[in-house]
């Protein structure tokens, strides 16, 4: 049925998701259940899990089933019902999913001299993923810059921003909400005017082996201005003091200049060469943890 793909593809656009087939319906899952479809032969019905109540006629029905849960349920006649409005509605029920609207407390950000290094939340990584810059810029506190994340094409014009790598943090803190404070963080410039002005973070939790996997981007009008430099130095130091790690690891393509100059400049240790399944050759750095850092812990 149109409607129903129409629906389970505005659901995709928010994150990666686990759909539960069940006798009459089918259950769309994170850490929780936040939407169901109940097919039927001309039409669909349905219900969102939303944090507060909507009052609008697009539902039937709206029960409240917890403190900060709200069931609102719908008919879907016609795909073209799947509108702007719906979306957002379900990309608020995706972060319900996710418990976003039970309590919890995000990780600081890291400050360094001119930055602070936000945490990428769940609700920046739907926005920037279904290209809602406003939803994107109000979780970050800072505008964005239109560059960030595009690639150059040449000639003045740039690719459209791939944010698809957002897909893997979100699964990631679907099954470790905790290990937020190792994902992505937004370099958000502070000053009068504060702006984004690219991102870095680890790649996840330290590795089996201890060693988290350090990376960064810099919006193209921001290059050249020590950014990654500074963020980069200042994740490193956090590692170093505040969890103890002994090494730091980082994967740089031979034609990134930038960043080769960046790991070199930090004094990491080309340590071999390894294959991305995405980006192909890398050469491989290690920055081990010097005897002046001792963990705060």
Known sequence: MQAFERFRQEVLRCGPVTMIPEKTRVAFH?????????????????????????RSARFDRAERVGRRTFVHSFRIDDADEIDDRLSTWIADSYLVGLQRHLEHRDPPPVRSRRLDLVP????????????????????????????????????????????????FRLAEYAQDPEAMQWMARALVRRGRWPRVVGDAGFHGRPGADGIPEIGYEVAASERRKGYATEAAMALVEWAFREHGVERVRACVGPWNEGSLRVVKGLGFQKIGVR????????????LSRPTAFRPSR
């Not at 850490?31 to 899990?49: C, D, E, N, Q, T």
């Not at 294959?275 to 290690?286: A, I, K, R, W, Y």
């Open 30 to 54: 994170t850490r929780m259940s936040f939407a169901v479809l109940i097919p039927r032969s001309r039409y669909l019905r349905g219900h969102l899990v939303l944090p507060a109540r909507v």
């Open 120 to 167: 990428m939340t769940p609700e920046a990584m739907v926005a920037l993923l279904r290209g809602d810059r406003g939803a994107a810029q109000r979780a970050l506190g800072a505008p964005i810059p239109d560059e960030w994340r595009t690639t150059e094409l040449g000639r003045g014009e740039r690719a459209g921003a791939d944010w698809s790598w957002l897909r």
């Open 275 to 286: 294959m991305d399944e995405v980006d192909g050759e890398e050469l491989v750095f290690e």
